[in-house]
């Protein structure tokens, strides 16, 4: 079955700066990759994703990126806010199944 | 526009005690539903998803049942609780993508 890793576990950056959260996935057959924002307590929230026939999707200060031959994909968080930090997950699924595998998670943290 | 209640949002229950958690999703029809469950500082597992109407696919054995009784409830039942049940418990729904959508999940203290 599918199995996402992601890295790193934990990210400190400075406001303003540009945060990388990078994931990798097992099975060639996934072909949709959401990313989630879980904030303390709360559900996680769907911010952004993409699916295997785009390489790269962008809304305002988060991009997406894709790479198949590699199985992996990333998050980039420009200029990063306070209000960034949370637990950010990304996960993988296969169309043709409804098992939704997640990534373990990073906490980002954004410090003013 | 659609949105997804879980109730209660924390349950302090003790070890052999029943359980039943309820998810009801509003403004939209026919939606799969999952359960999912979070342990703290861990990614999510998926429980129990269900296309339909009394069909319910189990992903993991264990301690738990679900149930859905009509087309947007979604329900999470255990007879006997266990230590190891504790965590953050979450349900989801989509509705012909693959796009789930989460609701703000119940965090159950098993003691």
């Known amino acids: 079955g599918e199995n996402v890793e992601q890295h790193p576990s934990t990210l400190s950056v400075q406001e303003g700066d540009s945060a990388v959260i990078k994931c990798t996935y097992s099975?060639?057959?996934?072909?949709?990759f959401p990313w989630y924002k879980q904030e303390l307590g709360k559900g996680p929230q769907l911010i952004i994703d993409?699916?295997?026939?785009?390489g790269e999707k962008k809304d305002q200060r988060i991009a997406v990126t894709l790479n198949k031959t590699a199985k992996h994909f990333s998050l980039h968080i420009t200029e990063t806010q306070p209000e960034d930090s949370a637990v950010y997950f990304c996960a993988a699924k296969n169309t043709g199944f409804q098992k939704l595998v997640f990534g373990t998670g990073t906490r980002l943290l954004v410090s003013p | 526009s659609q949105t997804i209640h879980q109730w209660p949002a924390t349950l302090v229950q003790p070890v052999g005690s029943p359980l039943s958690l309820e998810c009801t999703v509003e403004g939209t029809s026919n939606p799969n539903l999952y359960w999912y469950r979070q342990a703290a500082g861990r990614g999510l597992q998926l429980l129990f998803y269900?296309?339909?109407?009394?069909?319910i696919s189990s992903e993991v054995p264990q301690n738990l049942s679900a149930s859905r009784p009509q087309d947007r409830q979604f329900i999470l039942s255990s007879k006997k609780l266990l230590l190891s049940d504790s965590g953050f418990y979450l349900c989801a729904w989509s509705v012909g993508t693959d796009t789930q959508y989460f609701g703000p999940g119940t965090r159950l203290t098993v003691l």
């Open positions: 993409i699916r295997s026939n785009v």
């Open positions: 269900s296309v339909g109407i009394g069909q």
């Open positions: 099975d060639s057959a996934s072909n949709y």
